[in-house]
């Protein structure tokens, strides 16, 4: 069956009007749930040169908010840049070379070139296009999922790799050490160097009626953690105290989104941050998500030093496996 591709529909010149499968219902349209104006999210400076001040602020912004906008991670504007370039390349590709690249969830076959067509209860679907694969570790990745074109994707995406990994490493640490654990603590309880590094380019094309639709619908990441940076077009908006906040753009900056694996080892402190993307009517938005994940075959539960008579359990305790399974088919946890 062939999928009907949201940037072909965007870039096709009789669209004047959504189609009604994107039309949110009344209660989800961002025109009558608009973000709340001044409310700054927490912008965190690894540079901060007092170790235990960069640990409070950390794990503060994961439990208050789930969120954080990070700065001085040591990641160079030029690697940004080109990781860009490349991802806007590929999607600039016609439209059957990208098809070369197409996926198949329905038989398990995450990887490549998809548009979300898995639809919600009210068949609606969401305005992104996106490119998806496996970056780390080695024995999972499959290059061959990989875009060939632009003939620099696979060199620019594998350092920007070796950076999300050391990044990944320093901020498990701290978020470790925010609940007063050894530094290692989240990083071998997700699986060590076993840990799975996934890439996600989202593109979501100029869209008739941004105020009727959403590029993503509201959700949590059920990996441990999310580290994404985006272009300049702003739509992020994060959930806080019963209303979205919006992200703004910051340059070089990367927005750390707590995932559900996180809140569950931590028993609740951390919290796994509810989130949507906006879309725009002239531009282009695109994103870039690393999600750091266990491998399938890890338990996850509350780490056991967290927990007394006075701080329960909280989570059930299961593989990461079963955990996707059920939150893939919207199953009790």
């Known amino acids: 069956m062939e999928v009907e591709r949201i940037q072909t529909l965007a870039?096709?010149?009789?669209?004047?009007?959504?189609?009604?499968?994107?039309?949110?219902?009344?209660?989800?349209?961002?025109?009558?749930?608009k973000a709340v104006e001044g409310v700054t999210v927490p912008v965190i400076s690894l540079s901060q040169p007092h170790h235990h001040l960069l640990?409070?602020?950390?794990?503060?912004?994961?439990?208050?908010?789930?969120?954080?906008l990070l700065t001085s991670h040591g990641i160079s504007p030029w690697l940004f840049k080109r990781l860009q370039e490349v991802g806007?390349?590929?999607?600039?590709?016609?439209?059957?070379?990208?098809?070369?690249?197409?996926?198949?969830?329905?038989?398990g076959n995450f990887e490549g070139y998809g548009t979300k067509m898995t639809k919600n209860l009210?068949?609606?679907?969401?305005?992104?296009?996106?490119?998806?694969?496996?970056?780390?570790?080695?024995?999972?990745?499959?290059?061959?999922?990989?875009?060939?074109?632009?003939p620099s994707y696979r060199e620019v995406t594998e350092e920007y790799n070796k950076e999300m990994l050391r990044l990944t490493n320093e901020v498990l640490e701290l978020l470790s050490e925010g609940l007063e654990l050894e530094k290692k603590t989240l990083k071998s309880s997700?699986?060590?160097?076993?840990?799975?590094?996934?890439?996600?380019?989202?593109?979501?094309?100029?869209?008739?009626?941004?105020?009727?639709?959403?590029?993503?619908?509201?959700?949590?990441?059920?990996?441990?953690?999310?580290?994404l940076v985006s272009n300049e077009v702003s739509g992020l908006q994060i959930w806080k105290d019963n209303k979205w906040v919006a992200v703004d753009y910051l340059q070089n900056a990367i927005f750390v989104h707590i995932g559900d694996q996180l809140e569950i080892l931590s028993n609740g402190k951390y919290k796994s941050v509810l989130h949507r993307s906006l879309v725009n009517k002239e531009c282009m938005r695109m994103s870039w998500a690393v999600f750091v994940v266990p491998p399938h075959e890890v338990v996850i539960g509350p780490l056991p030093p967290l927990l007394n008579d006075y701080n329960p359990p909280k989570f059930s305790i299961k593989t990461y496996a079963e955990y996707r399974h059920c939150k893939f088919n919207k199953l009790p946890q």
């Open 55 to 68: 640990v409070r602020e950390v794990a503060e912004a994961a439990s208050q908010w789930g969120f954080f």
């Open 11 to 33: 870039f096709s010149n009789q669209l004047k009007e959504l189609p009604p499968q994107f039309i949110r219902p009344v209660n989800e349209r961002p025109e009558n749930t």
């Open 190 to 227: 997700l699986g060590d160097e076993k840990i799975e590094l996934e890439m996600k380019i989202n593109m979501y094309p100029p869209c008739p009626q941004p105020e009727l639709a959403l590029g993503v619908e509201p959700h949590t990441d059920m990996s441990a953690l999310t580290l």
């Open 88 to 107: 806007e390349e590929f999607f600039a590709l016609p439209q059957k070379e990208k098809e070369a690249y197409a996926n198949d969830p329905s038989n």
């Open 122 to 150: 009210e068949e609606k679907v969401e305005w992104v296009d996106y490119f998806f694969h496996i970056m780390a570790p080695s024995s999972r990745v499959n290059c061959d999922k990989w875009p060939k074109n632009p």
